[in-house]
């Protein structure tokens, strides 16, 4: 029969030599009374289904996958036969070995309304049992079933804490799984609204994608190098920029974009520079800067260069311009009524756009361990959310991860959007109905949402339910708000590991200017100042569909952020970045950037982050707290 298979197999234009997937389709035959045709059959809508297109080969690997497929379609052909015939579950099956009441009807729960209920929900999921059905999904009740992130012992404790806010409770280094129900009942307090603009420059959802064009390419490209240039002459400490290209003995400035000659990663030999249309038609230039005892660069970034070019084929840089100067006060000698008008002025404008206080606790995806779909991680965030009451809580994705291995193995039966509504929706549902209508969530998509558009810049999630539309809040990524005028960037997008991968620099030999890696990764990021991109990589890392038709609004930040957030699988961190500042009279401005880790790391509890923020970097509390 194996032989008969194997024919079937290839005359249908597949091949089957792994002898592993043989076997197992000889048993499906036998367990299923299948006829090798017939499996073959199931096999082409399977192979169809997975989108296997460049891939005719049976692999041993699909076959958990196709077993699913083969139980759903016994499964469908049995019900239309006998539509009044129940199919017992593996749920029924641990009701029933469970001793539990056979009266339950509740087989999902719905939204808890008693106080009493709500309390029992949020106070469970700290011993992280769950009953499961056949694919590991979450059920709400306690069952036996312990899971490996149920095990764990150290819970919620601080890893790393900045503590700038005398006479406050931080309150990260609680043992939340010790609190009794009366302790939680008193720590559950009203909490103060919080105001929240979303500044909508991102891709509204069901935008058309994937349709960039190579005009669309060069001229975001080119856009970037124009304005940098502007920015760099408007500020009146540099000349307008020349071409590079042309041979000459005296200093000049360029300004244009680091690139690669060639694939792979840059080094000394391979970086060239590709100056902007206007000035040398965009045209590339080898670039050496062996001269330089400092510099930070990596293909895509935009930089101002004085140098010179005496051959006409080699720029030597004598200086590298990676930001952009704020201007400096154009009459300094002013009438003393007139500075103080002057003055009066920039503080009016300042009171205006004061940043207020703000409390927020930051979680990054994915929710849910690597060895369920139990979103046990998620379950406990909200529960340590209800206890803490900040005013804002933002989840950053993935929140139904494509690299999960049941997904990446096609064995879940429930679709990606029944998941996201039923295991995070729901509970962020219960959340904020039970904390009362001053609770706010923020949503921020990632590209391996698999329930969501595969593109970056990427259009927010689209929320149906319009009592929660209003306190549950779906940002684009990369998005940016407003809350109680505090000023917050995001991206899911994980830069700071790919700007590390192509990040080509060297520090001071003599070690007086220490450099901090992380701080100067994200220091790319916001370096621009006025026109700032979330992604100034290029070309893109692979695995990022990066479409520039949609990027030059989407990505570009208007202005310097009071926090940026930027999750990453790098050791978490929460840093104050100064920017500016580096010449006299030049203003410095600083920005808080947070890495709240991954909440949930394999079978086990990761990260997340806590922050207090006071009105400026210099005075908050803030915590990255495992979970």
Known sequence: MEDEIKAEFNKNGFTIDDEEALKKCLTFCINYDLKPSDLVSSWEVYYLNRQLDDNTTVED??????????????????????????????????????????????????????????????????????????????????????????????????KFSINNLPNSENGSNEQDNENTDDDFLKKVQPCKSCSLIVHGAGPEPGCRFMYDRIEDRFNALENRISRYANALVASGIYEEPVDPTVASQRSVFAVGMISCDGEGHLNDKSILLQSSVAHSGGQRVRLDLHKLGQFSIFPGQVVGIEGHNPSGHCLIASKVVDSVP?????????????????????????????????????????????????????????????????????????????????????????????????????????????????????????????????????????????????????????????????????????????????????????????????????????SQRRHVYFYPLYPPAEGIPLDFSLAPEALSISSIPDIIILPSDMKYFIKVLSIGGRSEGEEEKKCVCVNPGRLAKGEGGGTFAELHYHGSPDMMNASIIGL
């Open 326 to 526: 704020l201007p400096v006060p154009t009459d300094m000698n002013a009438h003393p009524v007139k500075k103080q008008a002057l003055d009066q002025e920039v503080l009016s404008t300042d009171l205006t756009s004061r940043p207020d206080e703000i409390s927020v606790i930051i979680a990054s995806g994915p929710f849910t361990t690597t060895d369920n779909l139990f979103f046990e991680p998620l379950t406990e965030l909200l529960a340590y959310a209800s206890r803490k009451q900040p005013q804002l809580l933002i989840l950053l994705g993935p929140f139904v991860d494509s690299e999960h291995p049941q997904i990446k193995k096609g064995t879940v039966d429930m679709s990606y959007d029944e998941i996201f509504r039923l295991e995070v929706l729901r509970k962020l549902q219960d959340h904020v109905e039970y904390l009362g209508s001053e609770v706010r969530v923020i949503l921020v998509p990632s590209i391996r949402d698999a329930n969501h558009d595969f593109v970056f810049p990427q259009p927010a999630f689209e929320i149906h339910p319009s009592d929660i539309k209003h306190q549950i809040t779906s940002l684009t990524n990369p998005g940016m708000f407003d809350a109680n005028q505090v000023k917050v960037g995001c991206c899911t997008v994980d830069l700071l590991k790919q700007l590390s991968g192509e990040e080509l620099s060297r520090n001071p030999k003599d070690g007086t200017t220490p450099s901090d890696r992380m701080s100067r990764l994200a220091n790319h990021i916001l």
């Open 61 to 158: 690997a699909e076959m958990d996958g196709f077993l699913v497929h083969l139980q759903n379609e016994q499964k469908e052909a049995v019900v239309k036969e006998e539509p009044g015939l129940h199919i017992y579950s593996s749920k029924d099956v641990d009701i029933i070995l469970n001793d539990e009441d056979e009266h339950m009807t509740d087989d999902i729960p719905g939204t808890p309304t008693d106080k009493s209920q709500i309390q029992k929900l949020y106070s469970e999921p700290l011993d992280s049992t769950h009953k499961t059905n056949g694919n590991g999904y979450s059920s709400g009740k306690p069952s036996k079933l312990v899971t490996p992130f149920g095990r764990r012992t150290d819970k919620l404790v601080a």
